[in-house]
């Protein structure tokens, strides 16, 4: 299982938000740079950033970035927000990015994600971020009627790398993942499964390695190892054991 450290953008900053609202932010740096050397140096195998302004505004934002993290990195990034449509994912790509998350345009054109899927196999992440089960887009602006567990149905395919699976109510609050729905995926669909939202310390990363044997292949991580509730070294070295 991997353990996943995260980057997200704002501004051209590296912040962390609370359940997605774009008004209540904490900034750790204004190096992201930095910040992703940071945890490539304690032996992070992969790196998830996010165009928080790229998602809400539904175009990428901040490619400059993004870029100069692509170069001085020699892990794999994987990138969500603002990516709409074909040519935004391979202009996404051509900034050095590995894999693509697809979020928004999955729930809203679910044809176009498969198609881009075939299109670019396993460089495409479908990400589903759920409030109260329910699908949200636009950078969590907007909730559809869409269940999270009939979104993942409708791409499990294996051309598609994985699926992000986000319990907004619990990102960045430190009140432990969704054990239940995130099982309820596992169980669902065959697909790798990757959870973001809550993981606060080890004990719970020991809760999501017990459903490895499920298909969880990773969890996402951003404001415990920033805070210093999770040691990200330590969890990656426990994720490795397992």
């Known amino acids: 299982m991997e353990a996943i450290p995260a980057v997200d953008l704002k501004g051209g900053r590296c912040v962390r938000l609370r359940q997605g609202r774009m008004d209540d932010e904490t900034v750790f740096s204004d190096d992201p740079v930095a910040m992703a050397l940071r945890w490539q140096g304690l032996g992070a195998l992969r790196l998830h950033v996010v165009d928080l302004d790229g998602a809400v505004e539904g175009r990428p934002a901040n490619a400059e970035v993004i870029k100069r993290i692509c170069a001085a990195l020699d892990i794999p990034v994987q990138l969500g927000g603002g990516v709409r449509d074909l040519d935004g994912l391979e202009r996404t790509l051509a900034l050095g990015v590995d894999r693509v998350i697809l979020g928004t345009l999955a729930a809203r054109e679910p044809q176009t994600a498969l198609e881009a899927a075939r299109r670019f196999p396993q460089r495409v992440v ?66 790798p499964i990757i959870a973001a939202g809550g993981v606060h310390d080890l004990d719970d990363v020991r809760r999501l390695m017990a459903m490895a044997p499920l298909g969880l292949a990773g969890f996402i991580t951003g404001r415990a190892i920033y805070e210093g509730t999770l040691d990200l070294a330590e969890a990656l070295a426990l994720t490795a054991q397992g």
């Open 126 to 191: 479908i990400g589903i971020d759920a409030r109260d089960g329910m699908v949200a887009v636009q950078g969590w602006t907007e909730q559809s009627k869409l269940h999270f567990l009939d979104a993942a149905r409708g791409f499990d395919v294996p051309e598609v790398a994985a699926i992000v699976f986000t319990d907004i109510a619990r990102d960045g609050m430190h009140s432990g993942p969704n054990l239940e729905s995130t099982r309820q995926l596992c169980q669902a669909v065959n697909a």
